[in-house]
């Protein structure tokens, strides 16, 4: 596998991300479309606004899947950097750091997590600067 760095850390599944909103994208502008002809031949206007409403709901779905996967998986990184830096400090994670300002120091290994997150917390970095900071990086290959 691929050694991981900021440049290519970003998860992308190109079935879902690229294929499947593509997919449920064209399906609601053809959907559209056909309710237009519908009204405009003043024939099938509920099946074409069933049509719409369940294209509307696919791209609902498709979006609210991923949203709560991730806002679930950040909580529990955020509770496993908590731990992180509770075990090579004694101390819980400064309280000034964002959900996303510990989302990016995950990928800090344990030399620089702890100088990083005081910086972070000190100078209220975004996550961009952060992950740029880091020197070591430790790969994250699980994420959602």
Not at 8 to 24: K, M, Q
Not at 63 to 75: L, P, S
Not at 130 to 141: E, F, R
Request: charged share 20%; aromatic share 10%.
């Amino acid at each position: 596998m691929q050694a991981q760095n900021y440049k290519n850390h970003a998860r992308i599944v190109p079935l879902y991300h690229g294929g499947l909103t593509l997919l449920l994208v064209v399906s609601l502008v053809f959907s559209i479309w056909n309710m237009y002809r519908a009204y405009e031949h003043h024939s099938g206007r509920l099946v074409a606004a069933v049509l719409l409403m369940f294209c509307i709901a696919f791209l609902l779905i498709e979006w609210y899947a991923r949203a709560f996967a991730i806002a679930a998986q950040d909580r529990a990184i955020r509770a496993e950097e908590n731990l992180r830096h509770f075990v090579l400090t004694g101390k819980l994670l400064d309280s000034r750091l964002s959900k996303q300002q510990v989302i990016a120091l995950r990928f800090a290994e344990d030399t620089e997590f702890i100088l990083l997150a005081e910086r972070a917390a000190k100078e209220n970095m975004n996550s961009k600067d952060i992950k740029m900071a880091i020197v070591n990086w430790k790969a994250d290959h699980h994420r959602a």
